[in-house]
Nanobody
Framework: QVQLVESGGGLVQAGGSLRLSCAVSGRAFSRYAMGWFRQAPGKEREFVAA????????RYADSVKGRFTISRDKAKNTVYLQMNSLKAEDTAVYYCAADREVYYDPRGSAYEYDYWGQGTQVTVSS
């Protein structure tokens, strides 16, 4: 059973930074692509960022390019999302997810991901 546990969410002022973490149980972490998604109230879940299993390819939503950085630490079975220059529109519940399929470029659709965390709230005040 694969478990994903997010942490690091909170309340921050616009222009500030947060780093989200997602700890993944199980030895298969190194073979999974990992993604971050978010869902704001009344909106559909949307893609934020993803990283392939080797950390050699990343992908970002246009809305976060240049502000967010995804990374992973194989030794810690953890994936991170560094969020800088936060805006009020970044307010959402953020979820990490794992994709068992192996592709060089990580995928960006929620339905393609197999395992999900419970989410962590990020609130950006303007």
């Amino acid at each position: 059973q694969v478990q994903l546990v997010e942490s690091g969410g909170g309340l921050v002022q616009a222009g500030g930074s947060l780093r989200l973490s997602c700890a993944v149980s199980g030895r298969a972490f190194s073979r999974y692509a990992m993604g971050w998604f978010r869902q704001a109230p009344g909106k559909e879940r949307e893609f934020v960022a993803a990283i392939n299993w080797r950390a050699s390819s990343t992908r970002y939503a246009d809305s976060v390019k240049g502000r967010f950085t995804i990374s992973r630490d194989k030794a810690k079975n953890t994936v991170y999302l560094q969020m800088n220059s936060l805006k009020a529109e970044d307010t959402a519940v953020y979820y990490c997810a794992a994709d068992r399929e192996v592709y060089y470029d990580p995928r960006g659709s929620a339905y393609e991901y197999d395992y999900w965390g419970q989410g962590t709230q990020v609130t950006v005040s303007s």
